[in-house]
């Protein structure tokens, strides 16, 4: 196993286990993570989104069905399940109340890897689909500009 397939398998057990030091020793304190939420700059950041992912989903688990790695760059392609039993913070910052529905999404995630700790990592997976699950709706920022 390369060494920077071993970090990112590190953290995916680190967020299976909800372990937040563990998952934090991972990262350069300057790492950056990057998703459709938007960017986290810095460790706290990250652990923030850790932390409220958790919060939002207390039985979150990821399962990785393909990892590629090469040089310093690791690829995973996951599913990520978990029932929606804490607040979740939507687009715009609006908390979408528990619902008690699960999830199951698909996620690709790619991750910079340099001297043993990640420095950048990016997410991706479809967001309609995890808020169709969750019974969320997503409306345009301003409904008066639709079709224009």
């Not at 196993?1 to 967020?15: D, H, P, S």
């Amino acid at each position: 196993m390369t060494e920077a397939r071993a970090v990112v398998t590190r953290l995916v057990a680190a967020i299976n286990d909800h372990d937040l030091e563990a998952a934090m020793r991972c990262y350069t304190p300057a790492a950056a993570a990057v998703g459709p939420q938007g960017v986290a700059d810095g460790v706290e950041e990250i652990a923030f989104y850790h932390t409220h992912m958790w919060e939002a989903f207390p039985d979150l688990h990821m399962t990785v069905w393909e990892t590629v790695a090469e040089g310093d760059l690791v690829v995973l392609e996951a599913t990520v399940a978990g029932t929606h039993s804490g607040p979740f913070l939507l687009p715009g910052g609006e908390p979408l109340e528990p619902s008690g529905k699960s999830i199951s999404v698909r996620y690709c995630w790619t991750f910079t890897v340099e001297a043993d700790v990640i420095v950048a990592q990016r997410v991706y997976y479809d967001q309609l689909e995890m808020y169709s699950q969750l019974g969320a709706h997503m409306e345009p920022d301003d409904p008066g500009t639709r079709g224009q």
